[in-house]
Antibody, heavy 120, light 111 residues
Framework: QVQLQESGPGLVKPSQTLSLTCTVSGGSISTGSYYWTWIRQHPGKGLEWIAY???????YYNPSLKSRLIISVDTSKNQFFLKLRSVTVADTAVYYC????????????WGQGTLVTVSS | QSVLTQPPSVSGAPGQTVTISCTGNSSNIGAGYDVHWYQQFPGTAPKLLIY???YRPSEVPDRFSGSKSGTSASLAISGLQTEDEADYYC???????????FGGGTKLTVL
């Protein structure tokens, strides 16, 4: 079955750019039936949806983060990416990638998550 | 402050039934958007538990059920087991925010 795995630096300095990769295995990212999404969870807190996109087409961003976000897909590598600019300590969180369905059946599956700490 | 409101905690004894509520408004649940539920154990990723208000993925036991009415939804867990101790989150779409939104989460304790 499809599995997702996040990767990237665990420590980012304030004002720099947070960059994460999600590698999809067990299935193709190039399917119109699913989209690919990023979600984060601040330490000890709830979940916050960040952005999503299909393998082709425009990305959709959480308006609260839109000005600092870029997400993209590389179909040749079966990967999708997150870039969050001008980070602050408030961006410290566990970042998850997940798959969504165009039938809106929730996010499933999820990657295991990766903790990104913003600190000097 | 989460857009969807859940009780911070609920508890029950083994074998009992507990219900977790998820209250929204006319721009999300009340607008007709579906509600999904997730289960999360400490240190692990959330797992889809209920989708489209009341459907279970095949691997989820039928002790878990969901419902939706008006601006609210509920997750019911019957025949409580100790392994059900986890955090539970609801999720829907909010048309005013143009974003998927989650509840603040509910910690289930099995006494």
């Amino acid at each position: 079955q499809v599995q997702l795995q996040e990767s990237g630096p665990g420590l980012v300095k304030p004002s720099q750019t947070l960059s994460l990769t999600c590698t999809v295995s067990g299935g193709s990212i190039s399917t119109g039936s699913y989209y690919w999404t990023w979600i984060r969870q601040h330490p000890g807190k709830g979940l916050e949806w960040i952005a999503y996109m299909y393998y082709s087409g425009s990305p959709y961003y959480n308006p609260s983060l839109k000005s600092r976000l870029i997400i993209s897909v590389d179909t040749s590598k079966n990967q999708f990416f997150l870039k969050l600019r001008s980070v602050t300590v408030a961006d410290t969180a566990v970042y998850y990638c997940a798959r969504g369905s165009n039938l809106e059946r929730g996010f499933d599956p999820w990657g295991q998550g990766t903790l990104v700490t913003v600190s000097s | 402050q989460s857009v969807l409101t859940q009780p911070p905690s609920v508890s029950g004894a083994p074998g009992q039934t507990v219900t977790i509520s998820c209250t929204g408004n006319s721009s999300n649940i009340g607008a007709g958007y579906d509600v999904h539920w997730y289960q999360q154990f400490p240190g692990t990723a959330p797992k889809l538990l209920i989708y489209e208000n009341n459907y279970r993925p095949s691997e989820v036991p039928d002790r878990f059920s969901g419902s939706k009415s008006g601006t609210s939804a509920s997750l019911a867990i019957s025949g409580l087991q100790t392994e059900d101790e986890a955090d539970y989150y609801c999720q829907s779409y909010d048309t005013n925010l143009s974003a998927w939104v989650f509840g603040g989460g509910t910690k289930l304790t099995v006494l």
